[in-house]
């Protein structure tokens, strides 16, 4: 299983929980599963926009990224420059 | 997806890679040759100006355009009517998202002007003069409304409203009321409180910085070129020409496919050419005169009317152990916007501990709008306000525990398989190369004169990959055109034709990088974020090797033996089992006879990109009559992962390192009473020239990326992340007291002086 670690407003529209194990075969399938187990948060994903680090490395956009039984997972604001 | 995994980078021998040849555009260059963005003229082009807002915050009542519509001359006007309003909608541009309901607004006020400069309308005319008349006919009646420049007083309740439908987002439950905060943001983890309670030394401080311009010597600038049928052509001066071609397509209703852009040599972006200002306007004057116009800001113009980065309220609480372990910490960070949302606060949140490695940390950002223009993109966003603020406060408990600076830093450094604050563990990185590298360096342990005080902080950068094009087309001669799409604002042009001759076994002067246009090449995310050497690097690679592979078939095919009976090594395809060989030049010479043209191409979504820390070390020496601040030794220490082109990696960290001397020292935008700019030039806007700057000694670190074939970080941002800090805590030694106010300029230091008595 995949662990989902949250922080911040999604967190908290997790009712606080941060660690979340779901057992998902790529990045769109985990946060579907969130927002079922967790309602609250679909808003939140659907009008942010977010990276997501996979066991340290981050993807811009990472719909169909693969995850590993033991990924772990972190959803992040995107990241640019200048 | 592709995998460039390296995990023996380290010991890759290279022929080309780290050497420094001569830079491909320096000719051009010095000889006024290269085209830059005002250089293109086309026949019955038009000049096309814009109409500004005179006040920082109204309601506009009216526009009456008719009087310059009908001046001779005049070819076309456009107002807010001219562009669709766009529902919210957000997309990312440099480091920040941008909505496009907020753009329609900040390229033509509609309701209200937010800023001083905020556009309102523009006009094509056949010349300089006669658009220059033509805005002075443009009637436009006001109902002049209260504004706030400073975020406290943007957050107090009662503060004059930007938006009246803002609602601060990351709160819970959602604020009944409208306010200038657009959003609230969270990072970090485990146990304040137990972890200040294990703490000896609590350090906490406020700091303030100021907005300060990415001041490139070049203007935006742009020609803008669209037929009766719809099809357009754009020339600009930009860091990204499909972030440019989306957002014109999406502000003026048109196909992707139907806009060319081309990006013209730069003179200078760091993140302020991330975005559009000129080029919609320059799109829907010409499709409205059916002739070209050419649109240039002014230099007040740039000021007045183009994002500068945040200004910020900081505050930061820091708790260590006698021994210097930090056991907790803590930052509230309050980012300036601009009149729209999307100030750097986020990454900001997320830069300002990743160099520690903590077990109890917390950062609050908020994002808030203030009647200022639209924060842009400035080199490493958000990063070095809040990284300035951290490094302040972890001076200051070196200085109450007596223990060395870097001994500090080292005691808590992040490394490999550190938690960052924002969550993810860190891959490779060189923090405590860079720290002992400053150590070992002479300039730490030379004497110090009177007056004279020496300062050092860290910094970090993300750095990032992303979608990424390039393709390599190999010439009957054998010599080769490298097609890449990101604007070269670095020497990437240098640094990407040395991975294609490395990869390919070729002289590297017959392989020429040339910048495609959006039609020539798929999509390439922009030049930013320190990621065209690392992705575009890492396509250009995949695309040599695919030019290999073609090779070796063609050779197989020449001399009717299996693919694998013949390598690629030093250039050219040989037997393995026999001594047969050919050049590059051979194969491709015979590629029409042999299976016809011999191209290479590749289309990526890098991922991958290691994060770049650096150590820098300042000393200066403060006038006591004056408060003057000069630097007298600079020395600038960073991990590169590998260095392609050393010259340029150099170059980027001396240029980053001025920039920051000129954040810390001088430059502050001044505004008047009524919210206007009264220093929107370079005589009044003071940037470090080189009388100002010592030489900036380099020191490159490689600690390399394995994720990428040639171990290369971006190494462009994080140089202008830790001067602030090295120089805040610099003057601070020399002024005998605590400087937590950017820019410390001279009556600053001298009123800290007289205060410290």
Not at chain 2, 487 to 513: F, H, K, Y
Request: net charge negative; proline share 7%; with cysteine.
């Amino acid at each position: 299983m995949a662990r989902l670690i949250l922080s911040g407003m999604l967190k908290q529209l997790a009712h606080g929980v941060a660690e979340h194990d779901i057992e998902a075969r790529d990045v769109r399938h985990l946060l579907r599963q969130l927002a079922e187990r967790h309602p609250a948060t679909q808003p939140y994903l659907a009008e942010e926009a977010f990276a997501v680090a996979i066991d340290g490395e981050i993807h811009q956009d990472a719909w169909l990224q693969p995850l590993e039984p033991h990924s772990e997972v972190h959803l992040i604001p995107p990241i640019g420059g200048g | 997806m592709n995998d460039m995994t390296q995990p023996n980078v380290a010991q890759k021998q290279m022929k080309i890679v780290g050497t420094r040849p001569a830079r491909p555009d320096g000719m051009d260059k010095v000889t006024g040759r290269a085209k830059f963005g005002a250089d293109m003229k086309v026949p019955n082009m038009l000049i096309g100006k814009v109409l500004r807002s005179p006040h920082a915050h109204a309601r506009i009542l009216s526009i009456d355009t008719s009087k310059a519509r009908a001046l001779k001359g005049v070819k076309a006007v456009v107002t807010s009517a001219d562009f669709d309003d766009l529902p919210s909608e957000f997309i990312p541009a440099g480091e920040m998202m941008v909505n496009f309901r907020d753009m329609t607004r900040s390229i033509m006020a509609r309701e209200k002007v937010l800023f001083e400069g905020h556009p309102l309308a523009a006009v094509a005319a056949i010349s300089d003069a006669i658009a220059s008349e033509a805005l002075t006919l443009i009637d436009v009646r006001y109902e002049v409304l209260p504004h706030v420049m400073d975020v406290n007083d943007a957050m107090r309740p009662g503060a004059p409203l930007l938006h009246e439908d803002m609602y601060t987002i990351g709160v819970e439950p959602k604020p009944a009321k409208p306010s200038n905060v657009t959003k609230r943001v969270e990072f970090g983890f485990g146990d304040l409180d137990a972890g200040f309670a294990k703490a000896d030394l609590i350090v906490e401080r406020d700091f303030l910085t100021r907005p300060v311009h990415q001041g490139y010597i070049e203007p935006h600038t742009c020609l803008a070129s669209v037929s009766e049928d719809g099809q357009a052509e754009l020339w600009v001066t930009t860091q990204g020409q499909y972030i440019v071609r989306a957002f014109c397509a999406k502000l003026l209703g048109m196909e992707v496919s139907k806009l060319r852009v081309t990006a013209s040599e730069i003179g200078g972006g760091f993140g302020g050419k991330t975005v559009v200002y000129l080029e919609p306007l320059a799109l829907a004057l010409s499709r409205k005169a059916c002739q070209p116009v050419k649109m240039t800001m002014s230099r007040t113009e740039v000021f007045r009317a183009s994002g500068p980065t945040s200004g910020a309220r900081i505050w930061v609480k820091i708790g260590v152990t006698k021994d210097g372990k930090i056991t907790a910490a803590d930052a509230l960070l309050k980012y300036q916007a601009g009149a729209f949302q999307g100030s750097p606060v986020q990454p900001g949140a997320m830069c300002a501990f990743a160099p520690y490695a903590l077990e109890n940390v917390r950062v609050i950002g908020y994002d808030v709008v203030v009647n200022r223009s639209k924060v842009a993109a400035y080199r490493a966003p958000g990063g070095p306000i809040s990284e300035y603020a951290v490094e302040s406060v972890m001076d200051e408990i070196a200085l109450k525990l007596k223990m060395d600076p870097i001994e500090l830093r080292l005691k808590n450094a992040a490394k490999e398989g550190t938690k960052t604050p924002y969550g993810p563990k860190l891959g490779p990185v060189g923090l405590i190369q860079t720290l002992e590298a400053a150590r070992a360096h002479p300039h730490y342990s030379a004497p110090l004169k009177a007056n004279q005080g020496r300062g050092l902080a860290s910094g970090f950068w993300f750095n990032i990959g992303g979608e990424t094009c390039a393709s390599l087309n190999v010439g009957e001669d054998g010599t080769i055109s490298l097609l890449t799409g990101c604007p070269d604002i670095g020497g990437s042009r240098a640094s990407l034709s040395m991975m294609a001759a490395e990869e390919l076994g070729v002289p590297l002067d017959s392989v020429r990088a040339v910048i495609a246009d959006t039609s020539a090449l798929g999509y390439n995310f922009l030049t930013g974020g320190s990621r065209v050497t690392f992705s575009s690097g890492m396509a250009v690679v995949e695309a040599a090797r695919e030019v290999i592979q073609v090779m070796r078939t063609r050779a197989a095919k020449i001399w009717e033996v299996p693919l694998d009976d013949v390598e690629w090594v030093d250039g050219g395809a040989h037997q393995v089992s026999g001594d047969k060989s050919l050049p590059f030049a051979e194969i491709a010479k015979t590629a029409g006879k042999t299976g016809g043209p011999i191209i290479g191409n590749a289309a990526i979504n890098a991922t991958g990109a290691g994060p770049s820390f650096a150590t820098h070390i300042v000393d200066v020496e403060v006038d006591p009559d004056t408060g003057k601040v000069s630097v007298v030794r600079y020395t600038a220490i960073q991990d590169a992962g590998r260095a392609i082109h050393p010259s340029y990696v150099e170059g980027q960290m001396q240029g980053g390192a001025v920039q920051g001397i000129g954040w810390a020292l001088n430059e502050e935008y001044i505004y008047n009473s009524a919210g206007k700019l009264e220093n929107p030039g370079f005589l009044d806007y003071r940037i470090p020239v080189c009388s100002d700057v010592p030489m900036i000694d380099t020191v490159i670190v490689e600690v390399p990326n394995p994720r990428h074939p040639y171990g290369v970080r971006g190494v462009g941002e994080t140089p202008i992340v830790p001067p602030m800090g090295a120089i805040a805590n610099a003057v601070s030694h020399a002024a005998g007291t605590r400087l937590t106010e950017l820019p410390m300029s001279p009556p600053r230091v001298l009123a800290a002086m007289e205060a410290r008595g």
